[in-house]
């Protein structure tokens, strides 16, 4: 790319950025100036990440190249993150990017909810996660945050019967990043894939708005039964690392589950379960109300 043209990209971001609100969060992660992170105006999110890059670009002049292709020459998040999601999934003569960049796009391009969800992921990460400095950090490094979104691309395509497409996006994702989303889970916004490596959920499994959930964490089966088979995690929901929740129950808006519990039952909502099998600490609800504070627990790792 020549200097002019990663000039004219940067100098594009800076105007744009020039009359975006700067984003803010309260220490419990919440948006500041806003009922929830879902809340922001879609250009928002994408000139915030869009400035930071520019500013990066600048501070680390070896980057600029980096980032001009990655980000600043693309005009929306959808541009962006479709050519990114196919780099990485591509397998070169079989798996063409090019062709994964169009069917990634054509599905972002044609699904609202999932342009929503993806915005409020990046915001969750930003506002949740101690270790994400900038957005555009988790667009570009975090493969938590790049695992889902290949989801939500085969999930689109899993209930349009499209599952052989689905699968294959499913298998790449497990592949390269080492994730292992069913195509066919359901899984709200503003939830965060922390480190991700090891991350498995099945095929009926129900994740609501605003979770977190670390490495290691396994949303399975049983074994003993077919149909509807796996977990109904609730909103607000904080999966340490390593937790196994197993079969068709669910796990109650506002619940943490500490790192390495295995959880069989029924957890009641506003809760905190440890251990194996998973206990309540203290046997009681705790009656907060639906108050996303993840980044407050002991068992959270950066």
Known sequence: MSYKVMAACVQSCRTKSASIKPISFH???????????????????????????????????????????????????????????????????????????????????KDPNIRRALRCDL?????????????VYCF????????????????RLWTEGRRATALLLQSRTSEVLAVDIHPGARIGGGVLLDHAT??????????????????????????????????????????????????????????????GSVVLKVVPPRTTAVGNPATLVNGKENRTGHIVDHTSCSNYAN
């Open 123 to 135: 915001l969750a990460a930003k506002g949740r996660d101690p270790a994400c400095a900038k957005m």
């Open 27 to 109: 220490l419990n992660g919440s948006l500041v100036g806003g009922p929830s992170l879902c809340g922001l105006m879609v250009d928002d999110v994408w000139c915030t990440i869009q400035e930071e890059a520019r500013t990066d670009a600048e501070e680390e002049p070896f980057l600029s190249k980096h980032y001009c292709d990655l980000v600043l020459c693309h005009a929306t998040l959808e541009s962006a993150l479709s050519a990114h999601l196919a780099s990485k999934l591509a397998v070169p003569t079989v798996l063409p990017s090019c062709a994964l960049q169009e069917l990634i796009s054509s599905v972002l391009t």
């Open 198 to 259: 090891g991350v498995v959920i099945g095929e009926t499994t129900v994740v609501g708005d605003d979770v977190s959930i670390l490495h290691g964490v396994t949303l399975g089966g049983t074994g003993k039964e077919g149909g509807d088979r796996h977990p109904k995690i609730g909103d607000g929901v904080l999966l340490g690392a390593g937790t196994k929740i197993l079969g068709n129950v669910r796990i109650g808006e506002g619940t943490k589950i500490g790192a």
């Open 140 to 155: 570009l490094y975090y493969k938590g945050f790049q695992a889902l979104q290949v989801h939500r691309v085969a999930h």
